[in-house]
């Protein structure tokens, strides 16, 4: 026999409000439960390992660029029982977390060859455009950043805009920021901090307490949670190979 759950019982075992069960029904995370004569919602298995995909899926902390979108996306699917998509959402859900990791680690280095004063060629330019497809972002996100004070570009006597490789690395640090859910008076003073310490000791300006925190440590902290979130990603693959091969009654 089928074991049924009423809306109390599946929060209870899920450790949500009623109303957190309900709401999921209305914006289609878990599937449609019976009713029974009296109008009360009848749960079953199912319904649980919707609720417990759902709370997995939205346990990452940042979800910027896209991540967010992607894994409301795959709650659906599987709140439609179409396990088999989900799970090839799911794979590219971690190829995104794994691209926005590698963004990290970049913008990590670019504040590395800042603070160490590398030697940087300026001779090499980029276009908007150019500059916007590099950081795959858009020109309107560009025109944003610079109207907001984070970036100082030099232009042509024509007028355009015109970037080089200081500009570009600051571009990667300023990005990955965003990613990391700093707003953008945040960074301004995160890259005033960097603009003033340029000729310091990277290891001077990591181990500085600041009014906020640096630079590395926000890139780190977005690293850890990427990390973190492709994990949960992994327990998602786990939950739906279940329901693939075992879907419960």
Not at 42 to 64: D, N, V, W, Y
Not at 176 to 188: G, K, Q
Not at 220 to 226: G, K, N, P, Q, Y
Request: charged fraction near 30%; charge should be neutral; aromatic fraction near 6%.
């Amino acid at each position: 026999m089928v074991k049924k759950y009423k809306t109390n019982e599946i929060a209870q075992i899920i450790g949500v409000h009623p109303n957190t069960v309900r709401m999921y029904e209305d914006i289609k995370f878990i599937s449609r439960p019976n009713r029974r004569e009296n109008g009360h919602r009848e749960f079953t298995e199912l319904h649980i390992s919707q609720m417990q995909f759902a709370r997995l899926a939205l346990h990452g902390e940042l979800l910027q660029n896209g991540l967010r979108k992607k894994a409301i996306q795959i709650i659906k699917l599987c709140g439609e029982c179409k396990f088999k998509e989900a799970i090839c959402e799911t794979y590219q859900y971690k190829t995104m977390l794994e691209h926005e990791s590698k963004n990290a680690k970049e913008a990590i280095q670019a504040v590395a060859n800042i603070l160490g004063n590398h030697t940087i060629d300026y001779s090499k330019t980029y276009k908007r455009q150019e500059m916007a497809d590099l950081l795959e972002v858009t020109i309107d996100t560009l025109r944003n950043w610079e109207l907001n004070g984070l970036m100082t570009v030099a232009r042509k006597s024509n007028g355009y805009r015109i970037y080089n490789e200081e500009d570009l690395q600051r571009l990667k640090i300023i990005r990955t920021l965003r990613c990391a859910n700093y707003s953008l008076s945040s960074i301004l003073r995160l890259m005033n901090r960097l603009s003033e310490d340029t000729e310091a000791e990277m290891e001077v300006i990591i181990n500085t307490p600041a009014e906020d925190e640096d630079i590395i440590s926000a890139c780190d902290r977005l690293l850890t949670s990427l990390e973190r979130t492709n994990q949960d990603a992994d327990e998602m693959l786990l939950l739906l190979s279940n329901l693939t091969n075992k879907p419960p009654l």
